[in-house]
């Protein structure tokens, strides 16, 4: 059933708000700006209301309830980093301001910066990029910008893993390399063999998910990192996974010359609807100065007394601009706040606690569902969620989850599984609520033998069932609410 949109529910001449009568003379506006026919809808402010609340009410949310969404860190967003970034002085700033107006801005913007380096063992970090997808694109735009300053042009190809993420493969397309895919072994590690006899003079380098998208830490990646160094590659890290290795371990410390964090994931500012992203990128030393500029840095060094003068440098052999203004500078305050609430023993906390509500949750589901890659997991794990002896598919579990006022996990990916259902508990999640999530699998796993129908047509309790997931996608209708004429 569709929900009636808010113009359906206008009625001629209700009025929500009276504006008093002007008190200063009508000023004539541009004709091409006058408009006759404007179908606005005619409400109450209570009919208003009651219609955001009643539609709010249908999404399913981090705020409602649990999100396993695996390879997205869908961890809570505390409120304290709203609080933070509505501060006036953050919120209503102009990114032209000049930048004597802005240093308390620009020195939360450095100190970012600083800890992103410290956190990832990069030597130089910037807040640009848009979201991971971007970092991504902007690490690949360097690896060729480094390269062809060494007169080094016969590199042309990318090695990718077979699990990676699909924004790997895109970045390096749309920059012009070949995608070169590398196997995954039997223990879900790159495959060595493989990723030796793909390693020569005409690798760009290597991108590379660690944790990987099995959940799986590469037990062989200093390994890895030195075969791609030493045939001149580069090796990208994405940071996706990073939420396992706060604290812990550092991709710098393991040979990543190149690193996109996702601030949305592992820092916890909102994701996609809840606001934009930010992926911000860290480089090696030897990369340092090809990142985008500006990178925000300290024109003038301080006295005892005076603070340092922070502004907008080029690093020399930038790559350009990739991103209008500064970057998401209201995230930059959410992961600032996030992470100076936590102090360094706290950040490490979080990837203890991401590891084991994932190895818990994995050991609960262990003897339900079957499990490609069976070893200690990193933050997540992946299931097969096709079930022997049965007829029922990932997409079945997953829509028969939703009956349990449970959000899916990641379906159909990594694409080295079979059916994956992959499945990120996050450390926010209290052991009731991974217990709660382990009982509706284990009862779906039962009912998958019992009474499959039951799971090929759910949701059964939902405003809408079943989707028509492709032609949702490939044809949107944006303006449904037009009137007809309008429309044509
Ligand atoms: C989320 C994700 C990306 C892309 O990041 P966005 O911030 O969504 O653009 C890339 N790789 C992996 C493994 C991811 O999980």
Same mark, same amino acid.
């Given at each position: ?48 209301? /009651? ?41 209503? $700033? ?54 062809? *300053? ?21 970045? *390096? ?13 039997? /223990? ?8 030796? *006899? ?18 799986? @830490? ?31 371990? /550092? ?73 209008? @203004? ?10 600032? $706040? ?74 159909? @990916? ?75």
């Amino acid at each position: 059933m569709l929900e009636p949109t808010i113009y359906e529910l206008s009625s001629p001449g209700r009025v929500g708000v009276e504006f008093p009568a002007p008190d200063v003379p009508r000023a004539p506006l541009p004709e091409e700006l006058e408009r006759q026919d404007l179908p606005l809808p005619e409400l109450s402010e209570l009919d208003v209301v /009651r219609h955001f609340t009643h539609i709010s009410n249908l999404n399913y949310s981090i705020d409602f309830g649990f999100y396993p969404l695996g390879s997205c860190t869908m961890k809570y967003n505390p409120k304290v980093n709203e609080a933070a970034a509505r501060l006036p002085g953050f919120a209503h $700033t102009h990114p032209l301001q000049p930048i004597e107006t802005v240093q308390g801005n620009l020195a939360l913007m450095f100190e970012l910066q600083e800890w992103l380096k410290e956190i990832s063992g990069m030597a130089a970090v910037t807040l640009q990029p848009a979201a991971g997808a971007q970092g991504e694109y902007v690490g690949v735009l360097i690896m060729r910008a480094y390269h062809v *300053s060494r007169g080094d042009r016969k590199r042309t190809k990318m090695l990718i893993p077979d699990s990676a993420h699909g924004t790997n493969p895109a970045s *390096s397309a749309m920059s012009g390399f070949e995608v070169v895919p590398v196997p995954t072994d039997n /223990r879900g590690n790159v495959d060595l063999e493989a990723l030796k *006899s793909l390693c020569d003079d005409t690798i760009v380098g290597l991108m590379l998910t660690n944790p990987n998208t099995l959940g799986l @830490f590469d037990e062989n990646v200093l390994e890895v990192t030195r075969i791609v160094h030493e045939a001149g590659g580069l090796v990208y890290g994405d940071g996706a996974n990073l939420n396992a290795l706060l604290g812990i371990g /550092r991709p710098g410390d393991m040979g990543f010359d190149i690193l996109h964090f996702n601030l949305h994931k592992t820092f916890s500012t909102p994701h996609g609807g809840g606001g934009p992203g930010s992926g911000p990128v860290g480089v090696a030393a030897h990369l340092a100065d090809f990142l985008p500029e500006p990178v925000v840095g300290i024109v003038e060094e301080g006295t005892e007394e005076i603070p340092p003068l922070y502004g907008f440098i080029r690093p020399i052999k930038s790559i350009g601009r990739i991103k209008s @203004f500064h970057g998401h500078f209201g995230m930059a305050v959410r992961a600032y $706040t996030y992470i100076s609430m936590y102090g360094r023993e706290g950040l490490r906390s979080i990837a203890e606690h991401a590891v084991l509500n994932a190895n818990y949750l994995l050991a609960r589901l262990r003897d339900h569902y079957p499990v490609p890659y069976d070893r200690i997991c990193m933050h997540e794990f992946v299931l097969e969620g096709h079930l022997p002896g049965t007829e029922v598919h990932a997409l079945d579990i997953s829509k028969r989850l939703m009956d349990y006022n449970f959000h899916p996990p990641t379906n159909y @990916f990594p694409l080295v599984v079979r059916e994956a259902l992959m499945i990120e508990p996050t450390e926010t999640e209290s052991k009731q609520t991974l217990d709660a999530f382990a009982d509706a699998m284990i009862k779906i796993a039962e009912e998958a033998k019992t009474q499959p129908e039951l799971l090929r047509s759910a949701p059964h309790n939902k405003p809408v069932s079943r989707l028509d997931e492709v032609k949702a996608a490939k044809e949107l209708v944006l303006c449904c609410w037009l009137p007809e004429d309008v429309k044509a």
